[in-house]
């Protein structure tokens, strides 16, 4: 009984931020690497950023600059602060977690249901 549970998404215009948030929610023992995806229709999913458990971060090179993840362990939530948005940057977003069920047991990927990010220009 484990959910992701995402907000935070819309329509914005060009050069505009948005704050998208997710909180795991259910019985878990830990949380591992969190990550945000995104994908645009017609394309492929991708990795935009991640976070690990003690606050390593990863990006993709289209957002560096642009996008800061972070977390919050204690509310088992990650978050993507957006700003300087571009029209290629819309996109279904997606969490994205590695969640340890139980002591002991490897890691269980999980996913949001997605939110949409929709940047006018």
């Known amino acids: 009984q484990v959910q992701l549970v995402e907000s935070g998404g819309g329509l914005v215009q060009a050069g505009g931020s948005l704050r998208l948030s997710c909180a795991a929610s259910?019985?878990?023992?830990?949380?591992?690497?969190m990550g945000w995806y995104r994908q645009a229709t017609g394309k492929q999913r991708e990795l935009v950023a991640s976070?690990?458990?003690?606050?390593?971060?990863n990006y993709a090179d289209s957002v560096k600059g642009r996008f800061t993840i972070s977390r919050d362990n204690a509310k088992n939530s990650v978050y993507l602060q957006m700003n300087s948005l571009k029209p290629e940057d819309t996109a279904v977003y997606y969490c994205?977690?590695?969640?340890?069920?139980?002591?002991?047991?490897?890691?269980?990927?999980?996913w949001g249901q997605g939110t949409q990010v929709t940047v006018s220009s």
């Open positions: 994205n977690a590695d969640i340890v069920r139980y002591r002991g047991l490897r890691p269980v990927n999980y």
């Open positions: 976070i690990t458990s003690y606050g390593s971060t």
């Open positions: 259910g019985s878990f023992f830990s949380i591992n690497t």
